[in-house]
């Protein structure tokens, strides 16, 4: 996100529910949140590294954890991650399934 404050605030509004936004029960419940890369930093064209999603992330999950006392848990898919290997080793074992299966 370009303006980070107003992205939190929104965030959490969201995540936390109610009508308005924000207005939910502050109980350890929320909305499912993902991130698809949880870099902390990237390099650019910037001589110096830039802050990334994971950065973020980071951030929310602290905000998050102040306002409502209970932790924002946030599901990591992209670079990898456990998700990401489990998901290719499922997906490797049944490629090599019908490998087999063809030769015999």
Same mark, same amino acid.
């Given at each position: 996100p370009l303006d980070w404050a107003i992205e939190a605030q929104v965030l &959490? @509004?969201?995540l936390i529910?109610?009508?308005?936004?924000?207005?939910?029960n502050s109980d350890s419940t929320h909305v499912p949140i993902y991130i698809s890369n949880p870099d902390f930093t990237f390099a650019g064209e910037y001589p110096f590294t830039r802050f990334a999603a994971g950065a973020?992330? @980071? *951030?929310?999950?602290?905000?998050?954890?102040k306002r409502f006392g209970s932790e924002l848990k *946030?599901?990591?898919y992209g670079?990898? &991650?456990t998700e990401t290997f489990q998901y290719a080793e499922r997906l490797l074992k049944g490629q090599w399934k019908n490998v087999i299966d063809r030769i015999h």
């Open positions: &959490t @509004d969201v529910g109610g009508s308005p936004p924000g207005a939910g973020f992330a @980071d *951030i929310l999950r602290l905000l998050f954890e *946030i599901k990591e670079k990898p &991650t």
